[in-house]
């Protein structure tokens, strides 16, 4: 019982580090061309040549 005086605030704290980056990641653009990204592994790199 005394282990979720610990794992209770840490699960919390964790869910909002996430919660954090992931607003963060919405607020810097990540998220702004997903068609453009699928298209994108399809192109074949001049580079590997």
């Known amino acids: ?4 005086i610990f794992l209770i605030p840490a699960a919390l704290v964790l869910g909002l580090v996430g ?3 992931f607003f963060w990641s919405l607020s810097s653009g990540q ?4 068609e453009g990204a699928a298209a994108r592994i399809l192109l074949e ?5």
Request: aromatic share 6%; charged share 45%; proline share 0%.
């Open 19 to 21: 919660l954090g980056a």
């Open 45 to 49: 790199d001049e580079d590997d040549k």
């Open 1 to 4: 019982m005394s282990a979720l």
């Open 31 to 34: 998220y702004e061309d997903m």
